[in-house]
């Protein structure tokens, strides 16, 4: 894995000046954007993957090519795993490259659709993972970051243990700050590089020398 990712850079100099009203007015708002098709018939086969399975569920949302949602099925086998991603050339590389363990679906699908569909059919997951979502470093951009798009609210509803990681810190605090502003508190660290790299970016991102960031938060009252 080559080293040669540059770092992230961006017009803004710290938080986003309208993080937090972006934050309020979103919660205050519901978002009704329609529901695509597709999206409605990959949350009907996870359904239907889930039925009558009571095991701790973990959503891997953003999961590329599958290295972080196959790895998250092999360290916690009592758990289901379902590994998110709207590309099918990223899951059809993952379908080359790895054995999925039994505990593990991955779908094709648009996580904002998914996790309202999920949220409306009351999904509870136990972990959710959002490992180096693509940053948007452009101010212009904050409504496309997760903690400014109008799906936030959906995502905080889901619950459970929110685990986010990321080369750019900008973003972890960003994602900190928009919790705080719903209520929930977060705690935002640097990665250790002890660990085994889960996704293909985390990878890359340490040979390019990144300094990389953790943030978990809980996101149940």
Known sequence: MFGNSRAVTSNQGGPHSSLADTVRRHLGHVW??????????????????????????????????????????????EALVLGLDQSAHRLERAARRFEAPGNLLLLRTDCAGFWRLAESAGWRPWRHYLLYPNPWPKSAHLKRRWHGHPVFPHLLALGGTLVLRTNWELYAREMARALEVAGRAATVSPLSGDGEPITDFEEKYRHSGHRLWELVAGLDH
């Open 32 to 77: 009704r954007a329609p529901l695509a098709d597709h999206d409605r018939q990959a949350f009907a086969r996870a359904e239907q993957w889930l039925a009558d399975q009571a095991r701790p569920l973990i959503l891997d949302s953003g999961c590329g090519t599958g290295r972080s949602s196959v790895w998250l099925a092999r360290r916690y086998p």
